[in-house]
């Protein structure tokens, strides 16, 4: 138990951090492992936009990350200033600009708020 505690609470944000679970889900299974290691170097094409303030560039758990390929499970943390605080009651998009996997999506402003309650 004690061993589950410490690996979790590694996951959980500081007070100025929003934490999220990115699962990269493939259609094809057996095409899984390909995919995995077409997206190495994603952890440096993905970030959160903050309304008018910038972005948060994501941090991931390193023991997710390896050379050849990248976990099909993601734990990321997107730190965040006092002004992208605010930014957030205005909106924020979650952006991943990679070759191989490129998305946004405007998260809903009631969301955006629930966020920047759990900031305060």
């Known amino acids: ?22 699962m990269f889900e493939f259609s094809d299974p057996d095409a899984r492992s390909v995919h995995l290691r077409d ?3 994603f952890e440096n094409h993905l970030r ?8 948060s560039k994501a941090y991931f758990d390193r023991r ?27 909106g924020a998009k979650v952006v991943a600009d990679h070759p191989h996997y ?9 969301v955006c708020r629930s966020l920047l309650a759990d900031l305060q």
């Not at 959160?48 to 972005?55: F, H, K, T, W």
């Not at 050849?68 to 605010?86: G, L």
């Not at 490129?102 to 009631?110: C, G, I, Q, R």
């Open 48 to 55: 959160l936009e903050l309304d008018g303030a910038g972005a």
């Open 1 to 22: 138990m004690q061993h589950e505690i410490e690996t979790y609470s590694d996951l959980l944000p500081s007070e100025d951090e929003l934490s999220a679970t990115l």
């Open 102 to 110: 490129a998305y946004s999506v405007e998260l809903p402003l009631t």
């Open 39 to 41: 997206l190495v170097g």
């Open 64 to 90: 997710q990350l390896d050379s050849d390929r990248i976990s099909a499970v993601q734990f990321v943390r997107f730190p965040i200033d006092p002004v992208q605080k605010k930014a957030l009651a205005r």
